[in-house]
């Protein structure tokens, strides 16, 4: 499913087609949750503009992502890249827990912190390739 393609045609979707709607939910929702990062995004996109007249779908969301952050947690890149996609399009939710996603989680255990000392790079190479990143350096990256 192309998630930039449906997020620029589905706006509305639950008011024309409560039904369809309806069954894209779960999915969606999953996929910001389990999906890459670009994928989470997008997804978070797409929840924005089907449900753009509930924004609980988009509370239910960020509840159950930061409920997910974690340092060690395996797709903590997608899990911050949804958050911060929430963040940029619909604000006023994202402020009830920006506190606690900002401060008490990405400066206090994200970016002060250097979890991957072993990334396998030499320390001469200043580039590299996004994929032989650690996931601590995306992680802060996507942040």
């Keep these: ?62 509840e159950s992502i930061v409920g997910l952050l974690d340092p060690s947690h395996p797709n903590l890149p997608s899990i911050v890249k949804a958050i911060a996609q929430i963040a940029k399009v619909a604000p006023k939710i994202f402020e009830e827990f920006s506190r606690d996603v900002v401060r008490d989680f990405l400066l206090s255990e994200i970016l002060t912190q250097d979890r991957d000392q072993e990334d396998g790079l030499v320390e001469d190479d200043y580039w590299c390739e996004q994929e032989e990143l650690s996931k601590d350096a995306r992680v802060k990256i996507e942040g």
């Design 1 to 62: 499913m192309d998630l930039k393609i449906l997020a620029k045609t589905a706006q509305g979707l639950d008011k024309k087609h409560a039904s369809v709607a309806g069954c894209l939910q779960p999915q969606l929702l999953k996929i910001a949750k389990e999906g890459t990062p670009k994928q989470a995004k997008q997804a978070v996109q797409v929840i924005h503009a089907v449900y753009q007249d509930s924004p609980k779908v988009l509370e239910r969301l960020l």
